[in-house]
């Protein structure tokens, strides 16, 4: 009988079944290679021709610990400004949007505010003051430079004229704070952008009231995207096998087909007391864009550890009833159907596996074929 022949057949029939049942399609090899049994354990299969089917043993290697951990794209905020309005007020012009791209210098929006109205006519009532200051300090130096002012007058005056001159630079300087320019006045603020990127939060709206520092969110968040972080939750009984530096594989739910290379930059040292687990960040650039925050995301770490793993050939896993199974070798003729249970970190063609086997164990190397044939047989 030709393997292949009834590899061929039985995934034409779709015929997967160990138990017992067997497909109704014709066109099947006449010799089995595999039939059950007759013990009363439907696991068990007496084996016509062993030869047919290659043997693997069951080995133990060194392997890295894997895991994998959800998590989202969030903005580097290293490289994100929120921006505030020292004054109060109400938005009477938003140019710019949740999403929009700004550059450096770019007018966000611009506010009728009545604290830099009222920080303009201080700065005017100081600067009118220190005018007259100066006069008066002038016309003291002439009377004493003559004889006609006593030295204390002439210190006087021009104490008040220095004092007039510190109420010009500090009123000056709450007018620019407010955000306005002294040069000229006005109850308009105009809200500039400090850095170039992208509004990636957005607070306020059209004619709407802006309220004082101490009670109100910052108005927008603009965060320079070119790298992003990647924000996942790993619960703390595994943080153990974790270490800055480990490589990271992140795939995103929006990009199936694509890995992100990164590293590990930080794992937080306070756990999330609700989930008990602690924020593990990843460093990815982003020039394309691509990278969008609140992306979701999965990240495939391995660690430098190493430890010793029970490992058989992928290719000697079936999946039956959402179970993984094996077919280890009893006797010659004699095969037993085992569960086992996989562990993640396949590589080389190499599935760990968790228990069920031993070290030395051997096993249908190509469990689909001899699962094909045991099929045949239950014709």
Aim: charged share 25%.
């Amino acid at each position: 009988m030709k393997i292949k022949s009834a590899l061929r057949s039985a995934s034409i029939c779709g015929v997967l079944f160990l138990a017992g049942i067997g497909a109704s399609c014709a066109g099947g090899p006449k010799a089995a290679a595999a039939k059950s049994d007759s013990t009363l354990d439907p696991d068990v299969f007496a084996v016509e021709h062993p030869d047919l089917f290659k043997i693997a043993r069951v080995e133990t290697r060194q392997l890295a610990t894997t895991l994998t951990a959800n998590g989202s794209i969030a903005p580097d905020i290293n490289r994100a400004v929120h921006m505030t309005s020292q004054a109060s007020g109400r938005v009477v012009d938003l140019k710019v949007r949740l999403g929009d791209s700004v550059s450096k210098g770019q007018v966000l929006l611009s506010i009728q505010s009545a604290d830099l109205a009222s920080a303009f006519s201080d700065y005017q009532k100081a600067a009118a003051d220190e005018r007259l200051a100066t006069k008066a300090l002038d016309r003291a130096q002439l009377l004493y430079s003559h004889g006609a002012m006593a030295e204390k007058d002439l210190q006087l005056a021009a104490d008040t004229e220095e004092k007039a001159r510190a109420d010009v630079q500090n009123t000056e300087q709450h007018v620019r704070l407010l955000g306005g320019d002294p040069v000229h006045p006005g109850a308009l603020i105009e809200l500039h952008a400090p850095i170039s990127g992208t509004i990636v939060e957005q607070n306020v709206a059209g004619f709407e009231g802006i309220k004082s520092l101490d009670n109100s969110p910052n108005l927008f968040t603009i965060a320079d995207l070119s790298q992003v972080w990647v924000m996942c939750d790993v619960y703390e009984n595994d943080l153990g096998a974790l270490h800055l530096g480990d490589p990271a594989k992140v795939r995103l739910t929006a990009y199936p087909d694509h890995t992100y290379q990164g590293r590990i930059a930080d794992i937080s040292r306070v756990l999330d007391p609700a989930t008990r687990s602690a924020k593990v960040r990843i460093v990815l650039p982003n020039r394309d864009g691509s990278l969008r925050p609140g992306m979701f995301s999965v990240a495939t770490f391995r660690s430098r550890d190493l430890h010793s793993e029970i490992v058989v050939p992928a290719s000697a896993l079936i999946r039956l009833q959402d179970k993984d199974w094996v077919f280890r070798k009893e006797s010659p003729q004699r095969f037993h159907r085992i569960e086992v249970h996989t562990l993640s970190g396949a590589a080389g063609g190499m599935q760990p596996i968790r228990d069920g086997l031993r070290a030395g164990d051997e096993i249908v190397a190509n469990a689909l074929e001899f699962a094909s044939a045991v099929a045949e047989q239950g014709k």
